[in-house]
C-alpha cells in the first residue's frame, strides 16, 4: 500500500484503517516490547522529518 499515491484524505485515512486492522498481535510478546517499538518508530518519523525539512530548504527530496 502506497499512501502517498491517494489525494483524498477521507481515502488515505480509510485504507489506513484497513490497513491497521490486519495487525496481528502475538500473546507471548510482551506488551512492553510492542509499546516500545512504537516509541522507536515515533522517534525514527521525528527524525526523518527533520530532516526532510533540511533538505527541503536546500531544494532537495528525500522521497525522491
Known amino acids: 500500500m502506497k499512501m502517498a499515491?491517494?489525494?483524498d484524505?477521507?481515502?488515505r485515512v480509510r485504507k489506513l484503517v484497513q490497513y491497521a486492522g490486519q495487525v496481528?498481535?502475538?500473546n507471548s510478546i510482551a506488551p512492553k516490547k510492542y509499546f516500545r517499538s512504537g516509541v522507536e518508530m515515533e522517534r525514527m518519523v521525528s527524525i526523518n522529518s527533520s530532516v526532510q525539512v533540511v533538505l527541503s530548504k536546500r531544494g532537495r527530496n528525500l522521497c525522491g
Open 9 to 11: 484524505p477521507a481515502e
Open 24 to 26: 496481528e498481535v502475538d
Open 5 to 7: 499515491d491517494e489525494r
